[in-house]
């Protein structure tokens, strides 16, 4: 539904490791199915690392405008360990909680609400994920002012 518009949201992208990914990041992929087919994705990682699987909220179910003011309420920060190894300045957004409380608090009251985040929460197998990219999204609030309050220029 909404995947080409959050595509043209992605202002860089580099490849990356699942073991990279931390809580908030944007991230691209392609994912095999049970039935052997393969999928792009693009989702907003909450768990990178639950045993063998990855939770996300997959992007394509998810209004581009619904996303943006959801960030902006929640906060937006860069990734220190990919600005270390991979001199990246990579956003994710500020994710604090455990990742249940976080579900609980955050995401299960909208989970079910067309116009909200309608039915895009996904539990990922890492071995069925291809071509990890981690994505810097282009959130109508970060700007130059924005980038200052958190040192990245």
């Not at 052997?36 to 990178?48: I, Q, R, T, W």
């Not at 902006?72 to 991979?86: A, D, E, N, Q, V």
């Not at 994710?95 to 609400?113: D, P, T």
Request: aromatic share 14%.
């Amino acid at each position: 539904m909404y995947l080409s518009a959050h595509r043209m949201k992605i202002e860089s992208s580099a490849p990356a490791n699942w073991n990279m990914l931390e809580k908030g990041m944007v991230c691209t992929f392609k994912y095999k199915n049970q039935k052997g087919e393969s999928k792009f994705y693009m989702a907003l990682v909450l768990n990178p690392e639950y045993g063998e699987k990855m939770h996300a909220l997959t992007l394509d179910p998810v209004n581009v405008g619904f996303f943006d003011s959801w960030a902006k309420k929640l906060g937006l920060t860069f990734s220190k360990r990919m600005r270390t190894y991979r001199k990246l300045n990579v956003g994710k957004l500020i994710i604090q909680e455990a990742s249940k409380k976080f579900y609980n608090s955050e995401i299960s009251s909208q989970i079910r609400q067309k116009g909200g985040l309608n039915f895009s929460y996904r539990t990922f197998w890492v071995k069925d994920m291809n071509g990890l990219n981690v994505v810097n999204y282009g959130f109508s609030f970060v700007d130059d002012k924005y980038l200052k309050e958190m040192n990245i220029i």
